[in-house]
């Protein structure tokens, strides 16, 4: 019995999304294809049909996160209607459940540190996603090119160093002086 016309397109899918649960949760090096194959439900052999190599899956799982954590930022913002939409996500973004989803939290800052050491052609794909990111804060925001640019950089490191040290006092303190530095650059702006 053949498969129906989407099957191959689904198991892609599935190969995708059980590549960024673990991207998010463990970084890029540390990963293997049968790790991200077994967390999809399937096995090694079957990942060639889909992706040429790993830095094809990795570009392919960047595009689909960021877009992932635009439609999670998007709906925060519209939750709530008594702030504006970019004070919801600077909110959301640093905060401590937030930073205690890796698996399915913003992969900016899971991957920055590894990606200065990938090929080109995979920190090519990084930047167009970043940009990507930084116009969509923009727009939500309407801030200029340059707030947006660094607005993105301090929710990115912020959220990397909370949710790299042990003590969760600290890491709290980090959520907080980041979140009101962060809203402090929407009032100068």
Do not use: W
């Not at 930047?127 to 804060?137: K, P, Q």
């Not at 006092?169 to 809203?183: H, I, K, N, Y």
């Amino acid at each position: 019995m053949p498969y129906p016309e989407d099957h191959k397109l689904k198991v892609r899918g599935r190969i995708i999304e059980s590549a960024a649960r673990a991207f998010r949760a463990s970084g890029l090096r540390d990963i293997s294809v049968p790790v991200i194959m077994k967390g999809a439900g399937l096995t090694h052999g079957g990942f060639y049909a889909h992706f040429a190599n790993k830095d094809a899956l990795i570009m392919e799982t960047c595009r689909y996160a960021i877009g992932d954590t635009m439609a999670l930022l998007q709906a925060a913002a519209e939750e709530t209607a008594d702030r504006p939409p970019i004070e919801t996500v600077i909110r959301y973004y640093l905060s401590p459940e937030h930073r205690d989803q890796t698996e399915t939290g913003c992969i900016l800052p899971a991957l920055s540190g590894e990606i200065s050491r990938a090929s080109e052609e995979l920190r090519d794909v990084f930047t167009a996603e970043l940009t990507r990111m930084i116009d969509f804060l923009c727009v939500l925001g309407r801030l200029a090119p340059e707030t947006g640019r660094a607005l993105l950089s301090l929710l990115v490191g912020t959220l990397l160093l909370a949710r790299s040290v042990p003590d969760r006092d600290f890491s709290d303190s980090l959520l907080t002086a980041g979140r009101e530095q962060a809203l402090a650059m929407l009032r100068d702006e």
